[in-house]
Structures are given as structure tokens and as C-alpha cells.
């Protein structure tokens, strides 16, 4: 029986045929995904909903979905250190400098504007610190 399965799953007719069902059933899920009033999506939607106020009020359940995060996190970590290490380093090393400079003052805004003086007030004064207690010492 199990070398007959593997014949007839091994033919290419088998093959097209997995092949073409697997491909219609994905553009199925695709499109009910992609359709706001689609079934899937509204019972997927109930399904978070329901799940976010059953965590809201157990803790037990809070508890073991964080060891759940906290575990994959931890796997994916150990596991893909490099990949993600490469991933970061190839994808900051693409950027262009003046553009990334210029989307960042964009997207802080006003906020890099007190970074940038508060950096200078606390550098002005760490400096004058520096030279009291040198002129103190030395003088």
C-alpha cells in the first residue's frame, strides 16, 4: 500500500493536479482576506476580539500567552541570531545617509530640535564642570 501511494503521489498528473488545487484554494483565502465582509475575515476578527477580552480578564491565560512570546522570541533569537544580525547590518548599510537624516528630522520633527540643544546645554556644561575641577586642582 505505501509503495502504491508513493507511485500515484509521485505521477506528474498527481503533481499538476495537488499543484492547481493547492493554488485555487490559496487564491480563495487570498480574496476572502482580502474582502472586509468576506466570512473569514469577520470570523477571524470575532475570533481576536474574543480572545483579547478573554485575556483581558485572566490572568492565567495572560501568563501563559507571554511564556508563549516570550519562548518564540527566545527561538527565534537563538536560532536566526545571524540571519537578523545580516538582515539589520545589510539593510542599515543601504541606506543613504541624507535621506535617512532628513525622513528622521521629518517623522521626530520638533522634538530633534530640543535633543539637539539639550545635548549642547548638558555638553556646555559637563565641559565647564571639567575645566572648574581642572583649574581647581591645578591652580
Known amino acids: 500500500m505505501e509503495r502504491l501511494k508513493r507511485e500515484v ?6 503533481q499538476d493536479l495537488i499543484a492547481s488545487a493547492w493554488s485555487a484554494v490559496r ?4 480574496a476572502a482576506a482580502e474582502d472586509e465582509r468576506s466570512e473569514l475575515r469577520m470570523r477571524v476578527r470575532a475570533s481576536l476580539l474574543s480572545l483579547g477580552a478573554r485575556m483581558a480578564q485572566d ?10 512570546v516570550e519562548g518564540a522570541a ?9 540571519e537578523i544580525t545580516s538582515l539589520i547590518t545589510d539593510t ?4 543613504d545617509a541624507e535621506h535617512t537624516s532628513k525622513k528622521i528630522e521629518a ?14 546645554v548638558v555638553g556646555a556644561l ?5 575645566y ?7 591652580g
Open 27 to 30: 487564491s480563495m483565502i487570498v
Open 9 to 14: 503521489l509521485g505521477r506528474g498528473e498527481v
Open 74 to 82: 527566545v527561538y527565534v533569537v537563538t536560532t536566526y541570531r545571524d
Open 126 to 130: 559637563a565641559g565647564l564642570a571639567i
Open 59 to 68: 490572568g492565567r491565560l495572560q501568563q501563559k500567552v507571554d511564556g508563549w
Open 107 to 120: 517623522h521626530i520633527g520638533r522634538d530633534l530640535q530640543f535633543i539637539r540643544i539639550n545635548g549642547t
Open 92 to 95: 542599515v548599510a543601504g541606506w
Open 132 to 138: 572648574a575641577v581642572s583649574r581647581l586642582f591645578v
